[in-house]
């Protein structure tokens, strides 16, 4: 059974971490006001605000911010400021920072980590082998389960969650309370209820649809490029009787079809209840057009299976990001999705 995080009341802690992209100060101003309209009491991680390259602060500080917001006492929830590119680098340094600091536990998986340490990796000639994703495993098995709430490369950390079978929420990311459009102000009424454990109601009637019935399973998936780029890893995500989502933003066309292609290969496709395509926006194409549409390529690359799919939900980086949660049952019926 997955591990449910408390829901929030007023008077909790949250925290802030920034497990990828550098972030301003000023373009968390609307967030702070916004937790603490909510009742909540929010801190931050000690290298929110660092700075390396594009990254904020060096993958070893990320790592330290992410552990420290895991194994926070008090905090309930975990807000990412910024996605763009670096959880996976964050990920690699936790366990890094692990094998220095618990050498031997490298030496032996214990059979209820199995299915996440699948690859090992031999970092240098001198190092012990590390199964890859234990440090983290063992960070989450000893801390009270928190919300952990962001998307795009956030969606690397769900995975990984996802494999410590932890729920988590595909939601929006701090600094986009900064714009002020009408879809983030929706999209945070509907978090904050969602964070106070009001159920998940998403209005799908109007999206385009294949095989519209009902269905149910647990929800899992994220980014599309995230998942892509998980194929092959421990992170790849088991679908197989599963809910699945995928979003994304300013890809090629012809690499979409690609990703999609891969995922079929790898099984993903295999038994899933469903498939959910969240926003997919700002799409390129070549000079010479690649000639088909995101749901045109879906349909024809999934061409032989039964699942119903479900095109534009109002999740991911378009202007409704609706939040959802990752690692629990969701059921689709009468136009509604629901968990």
Known sequence: MNKIPQYLQKGDCVVLISPARSVDKKDLLAFEKWITDQGWHLEYGSNVFGNSNQFSSSDTQRAQDLVWAI????????????????????????????????PSSNLLSPPSLAPFNQKKTQHNSNQTPVNWGLGFQRILSDANPKWLVGFSDISTLHLALQKANWASIHGPLATQWASGDAGIVQGAA???????????????????????HSFEGELVGGNLSLIYASL??????NCQGKVL????????????????????LAGLFEGIQGLIIGSMVDMKDNVVPFGYTVSEMV???LAG???????????????????????????????FLTQ
């Open 190 to 212: 509907e978090l904050s209820k969602i964070l106070i454990g009001e159920n998940v109601r998403i209005d799908l009637g109007n999206c385009p649809s294949i095989r519209n």
């Open 232 to 237: 092959g890893t421990p992170l790849q995500p």
């Open 305 to 335: 299976y039964t699942f119903p799919i479900f095109f534009d939900a109002p999740m991911g980086h378009g202007q409704q990001n609706c939040a959802i949660k990752f690692g629990m049952h969701c059921t689709f019926e009468k136009a």
């Open 299 to 301: 349909c024809e690359i």
């Open 71 to 102: 194994e926070h006492k008090k905090a309930k929830a975990i807000f990412c400021a910024k996605g763009g590119y670096g959880s996976i680098r964050t990920l690699e340094a936790v366990e890094t920072l692990y094998s220095q600091t618990n």
């Open 245 to 264: 989502f995928l979003e994304d933003i300013d890809e090629y066309l012809y690499h979409v079809d690609r990703m999609l292609m891969a995922l079929k």
